[in-house]
């Protein structure tokens, strides 16, 4: 039998087929980690479901930094063991996406009064190279002051004393669950958005399924799970109160803060890294016409769904760049948008913000529920690894099943690019061929980026379309539109301009010029009744608005 499709319109298949199975893994959260436990889980053989409440990365895996990173930071904390093993994941995480995961060198200035002087920063950045294994062609090169000014002309040169270069990669958070969770559901799983876990079900004690609560059509069924994980991030504590265990060890929310401008505003040759006040480093990033500042680190107690950037954000933000940045003079009228992300820290007593460890822990409550909370984007294969290797075990002993190893470290996704330069050759044929549908260079290279090889697919369906319309210019919105709806469930607009294409956030000024396009899309393919759409409407309007409503 084959497969449906993983569209928005078979919704309803999917729901009715949880009803009626025996799982062997049902994961709670579609963020990175549940998408990482439900690819490794599905890859080893295991029956598995995937269910969130909001859409997939909807919550912190979408407002990330956007870098996978191994955390230079944490050398000043000591956390050695972090430092290594999310900077060698570095390097498998981008063998297995080369198009979504994209060196970046990143510059980091040495200054009057900073965190770091020179000699401390080449002997952290050299000590960071070894734990991470980095190459030999990306290991820190130190610079002079004179070498750094022509790296980055817009330095102030009254602070500077010298600089450095080394390697980061960066990504887009929310692609990179898509992505996980497509090959994820390729590999026989079954994965849901909008589908809320409203309670649990015991015999003598222990969890035996998930009562859970289609958003759309109030439809309920009861999902039987031999284990049931516990993947949801900020609310990871509200699901273990749900179980009545949340005891011991609790989540200490912090949030982090990124502000957007036009490239123009802020037109930045390369990444930066820079002190900024209070002792913490900075990024600014370039990306897709624009560049991004962030990150902020302070204690979070708010709402959990969307948090907000407020005008201490802002502010903060501001006095950093334009204490590094020579004759910019941002201010709050540049901002092209923005983005609030809370990070799922385990509890220390005594410690700040940015003093929390970022490392993982498991917890297991005396029903049988495992939960997963901590660690950082880059980590998350082995954060899944870890937790399937605990399941896979168990499993083992009472059903007739060898034991799997993990995968994951070998398995590609978006269609199995092997190189940068596979990467490279693929988005130049696909442009060469694109050129009579009037997308440029950056609009193919940016396809490639978001859907790999199935970026061919998007340019097909976009040909075929626009033999079929008038406005032959549309051809490329509905095609990846209706990509959006037919392979990575895109319910609603917001799925579609957040976290499918990033727009909300680097191209939001064009978000209303489609928005009536797109709504038309999903009424016609997806069966989602007038009502649940104009909502759809709304939230994402109440977004456009809150990326610069400070």
Request: proline share 3%; charged share 25%; glycine share 8%.
């Amino acid at each position: 039998m084959t497969r449906p499709s993983f569209s928005a319109a078979n919704r309803s298949l999917f729901i009715d087929h949880l009803n009626t199975q025996q799982l062997d893994i049902l994961v709670i959260g579609g963020g990175i980690t549940g998408a990482g436990i439900a690819l490794d889980a599905s890859s080893r053989g295991l029956k598995v479901a995937l269910i969130d409440k909001q859409d997939f990365a909807a919550g912190t895996s979408s407002r990330s930094t956007k870098l996978i990173h191994g955390g230079l930071r944490y050398l000043k904390q000591m956390e050695i063991g972090l430092v290594m093993e999310v900077g060698r994941e570095r390097e498998i995480v981008y063998k297995n996406a080369p198009h979504l995961v994209i060196p970046e060198k990143m510059l980091l200035p040495v200054i009057e009064g900073g965190s770091l002087g020179k000699f401390s920063t080449s002997i952290g950045l050299y000590v960071y190279d070894m734990l991470a294994g980095v190459k030999a062609g990306e290991r820190r090169k130190m610079l002079s002051k004179e070498a750094t000014i022509k790296q980055e002309p817009l330095l102030r040169t009254d602070i500077l004393k010298a600089g450095a270069l080394y390697i980061e990669y960066r990504t887009d958070d929310s692609r990179l669950v898509i992505e996980t969770i497509k090959e994820a559901v390729n590999r026989g799983a079954t994965c849901i958005n909008y589908m809320n876990c409203e309670g649990f079900e015991y015999d003598n004690g222990k969890i035996k399924s998930a009562k859970a609560k289609d958003i759309f059509t109030g439809k309920e069924i009861n999902i039987k799970a031999d284990y049931i994980i516990n993947a949801t991030g900020p609310w990871v504590d509200e699901i273990r109160e749900m179980d009545n265990s949340l005891k011991g060890k609790r989540l200490h929310l912090t949030k982090g803060v990124h502000l957007v401008f036009n490239y123009e505003t802020l037109p930045l040759k390369q990444s930066m890294y820079f002190d900024a006040p209070g002792g913490r480093m900075v990024f600014a990033i370039p990306r897709d016409g624009c560049t991004y500042l962030g990150t902020t680190d302070t204690n979070y107690t708010d709402q959990k769904n969307r948090p907000q950037v407020t005008q201490d954000d802002v502010d903060y933000l501001l006095k950093a760049a334009n204490g590094m940045f020579a004759n910019r003079k941002l201010s709050q009228s540049d901002i092209v948008s923005s983005w609030a992300g809370l990070r799922p820290l385990i509890h220390e007593d005594g410690k700040s913000p940015s003093e929390l460890s970022r490392k993982d822990e498991i917890f297991e409550s005396p029903s049988g529920l495992l939960s997963i909370a901590g660690g950082k984007l880059t980590g998350y294969r082995k954060m899944s690894e870890r937790i399937t290797n605990l399941v896979m075990a168990r499993i083992v002993e009472y059903k007739v099943l060898p034991f799997k190893a993990c995968e994951t470290k070998h398995i590609p996704l978006a269609g199995g690019f092997t190189s940068s330069a596979e990467v490279e050759s693929f988005t130049q044929k696909l442009f060469n061929e694109a050129k009579q549908l009037n997308y440029t260079q950056a609009g193919i290279q940016k396809l490639v980026q978001r859907y790999g090889k199935k970026a061919q697919e998007v340019v097909n369906n976009a040909y075929t379309i626009s033999q079929q319309i008038e406005k032959r210019e549309t051809a490329p919105l509905l095609a990846e539109i209706d990509y959006g709806i037919q392979n990575e469930m895109v319910c609603m607009p917001a799925d579609f301009f957040i976290r499918r294409t990033g727009m909300l956030y680097f191209d939001r000024s064009n978000i209303n010029l489609q928005q009536e396009i797109l709504s038309s899309a999903l009424q016609s393919s997806t069966g989602l009744s007038e009502e649940i759409l104009k909502a759809g409407n709304v939230e994402l309007n109440e977004e456009l608005n809150a990326v610069v409503g400070f």
